[in-house]
Structure formats: structure tokens, C-alpha cells
């Protein structure tokens, strides 16, 4: 069911980049539902991206059984549902990523708890 607003929205919005400490990268992880929804991160835009594997994501998922097996040389990621091929050396502004962007990552061979997607 669509919604139609009475009157247009005249309101700054409060989401903005500026009211964040650094923008905010949204990161979930295919096929393991023990994470119900991507986690929001504030990262710097200068962030490596290969530091998510090493630095960032151990502190997010590192708890699930399957992190430790993940072999991040074969993982696929997926930008706005698109594939996508990010350069680990490069930082996250120069791969392309900006406030709020939604990005998921794919471990194959890995599908949760005994296989059940959880």
C-alpha cells in the first residue's frame, strides 16, 4: 500500500553527514540471519578497505562460528545489489563508497550454523 503526504516535508534532514563523527558504512553478511540487518559502522573515508577483514569486522561478526573460516581472498561483495570488485588497498572514499552506502559481503562454501542460514 502506497502513502501519499498531505503537505511536502520542509525539515533539514538529521541524518546528514556532518552530524556523524565519519559517514556511515552500512556492512551485512549474506546468508548468516543471525544478523538480522546490516550493521551501521562510522568509518573514515580513509580507511583501507582491506582493514574491514582485519581490523573492523573480527569486532562485528568475529562471535559467529563461521568467521574464523572465512577465507577473504574468495569472498564476493555487492554494492546497491551489484557485484562489485573493491581494491583492499585503496580507501574506502577512493573504492567508491560515501555516507550511508549499503554494502554485503558473500562467503561461499559458508551458510551459517550446520547450514542453516542463521
Not at 573514515?44 to 563461521?66: I, K, N, R, S
Not at 557485484?83 to 567508491?96: H, R, T, V
Request: net charge neutral.
Amino acid at each position: 500500500m502506497s502513502v501519499k503526504a498531505l503537505k511536502p516535508y520542509n525539515f533539514p534532514a538529521k541524518d546528514v553527514r556532518a552530524n556523524f563523527p565519519a559517514p556511515l558504512l552500512f556492512i551485512g553478511w549474506e546468508d548468516h540471519l543471525m544478523f538480522c540487518s546490516p550493521v551501521a559502522l562510522p568509518l573514515p573515508a580513509e580507511t583501507p578497505f582491506g582493514a574491514l577483514a582485519q581490523a573492523v569486522l573480527p569486532g562485528v561478526y568475529g562471535a559467529h562460528p563461521d568467521f574464523e573460516r572465512i577465507d577473504w581472498d574468495t569472498v564476493e561483495w555487492f554494492k546497491s545489489g551489484q557485484a562489485w570488485k573493491p581494491d583492499p588497498a585503496k580507501s574506502l572514499e577512493a573504492n567508491g563508497l560515501k555516507h550511508k552506502d549499503a554494502i554485503r559481503f558473500r562467503t561461499p562454501g559458508l551458510t551459517g550454523i550446520q547450514g542453516s542460514f542463521s
